[in-house]
């Protein structure tokens, strides 16, 4: 019986596939000292009954990268195409048949002293690792509202996943779990409610959803994109992309957050309140289920949005 690998052990850099302990920058490296990179968080899910992985929106993430690129001067020299054929090949090279977290990384690749974009070039990192939940997507999650408050747009734009701009994140989310929390929901400077700590958010209310519009220092996410268009193309849902007031959460009737590492996961408490009767929702659990049926290439219409690899397991 052929056994699977779940080895991880090439990743591309700097233009080629190398061992992926060979993939080293050094501690003067200036995406290390200031943290000017940008990334992408793509999840390819094992698909076994097609001996395949499924890229789950991977053009999508290549092109937020590219746009975004070019907030912080820096320039992506691939195109989509070819980034999804690297992935590709690295998938096909590491050969896993679990489901498989994707990181694309965009980072200023030389030793020089002094945080600026211009002048310095930039390098492409791909790798791939095994992922399973990176919340619990079943047990309703408990969170607070951050006391930080969302970085905005004109600071450092959260619409771009910068390095440097996760230390936002890394507080949202340590102050939380300090605190005995799953999770965090982050407000943006004038007190509305912006994201979850890495991830989107929607409440339901009166059988609607809403979610903070994308100019709400959130990062626009490719999830809360699919959950629009599952919401209003499968569920015939009303959608509402608006400000969002912080009472909104304890007022609504259910919470969900999503993101690629997220996934479609139901908050059951803010702040201690219950969100609803305070138990997971079933518009949080239908779009649930209908989300994972979507990401491993299981319903028809969205089939577009799966690039399948196929996974040759090696004979031992
Ligand atoms: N917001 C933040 C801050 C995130 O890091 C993520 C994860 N990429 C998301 C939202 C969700 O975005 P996506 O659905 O594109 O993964």
Wanted: glycine content about 6%.
């Amino acid at each position: 019986m052929p056994q699977a690998s779940t080895s991880h052990n090439v990743a591309f850099f700097r233009g080629q596939f190398v061992p992926e302990n060979e993939a080293c920058i050094t501690v003067k490296t200036h995406a290390f000292l200031y943290g000017t990179s940008l990334f992408e968080g793509i999840r390819a899910y094992w698909v076994p009954e097609q001996q395949a992985l499924s890229i789950f929106r991977g053009p999508e993430h290549f092109e937020r990268l590219g746009s975004n690129a070019n907030i912080f001067s820096m320039h992506l020299s691939y195109t989509v195409d070819e980034l999804m054929a690297i992935t590709t090949e690295l998938l096909q090279r590491n050969a896993p048949t679990t489901d498989t977290y994707v990181r694309p990384t965009l980072f200023k690749d030389a030793e020089v002293i002094g945080p600026k974009l211009v002048g310095i070039p930039d390098s492409v990192s791909i790798t791939s690792s095994p992922l399973g939940a990176y919340v619990d997507i079943d047990k309703g999650l408990s969170v607070c509202v951050s006391s930080w408050r969302r970085l905005s747009d004109n600071a450092i734009p959260p619409r771009a996943k910068a390095g440097g701009a996760y230390m936002n994140t890394a507080l949202i989310k340590s102050e939380a779990l300090n605190n005995g929390y799953d999770d965090a929901i982050v407000l943006t400077e004038d007190g509305n409610v912006s994201e979850g700590s890495a991830m989107n958010l929607f409440l339901v209310r009166n059988g609607k959803l809403i979610t903070p519009a994308i100019t709400e220092n959130i990062l626009e996410g490719i999830t809360r994109a699919t959950i629009i268009t599952l919401a209003q193309q499968e569920l015939g849902l009303e959608v509402e992309e608006r400000k969002v007031n912080r009472t909104e959460l304890y007022t609504a009737d259910e919470l969900f957050f999503c993101g690629t590492g997220a996934q479609v996961a139901p908050v059951t408490s803010v702040d201690k309140r219950p969100v609803g009767s305070g138990a997971i929702g079933s518009l949080s659990a239908r779009l649930q289920s209908l989300y994972f049926d979507v990401v491993k290439n299981q319903v028809p219409r969205y089939q577009a949005w799966c690039h399948m690899v196929p996974i040759t397991v090696p004979v031992v």
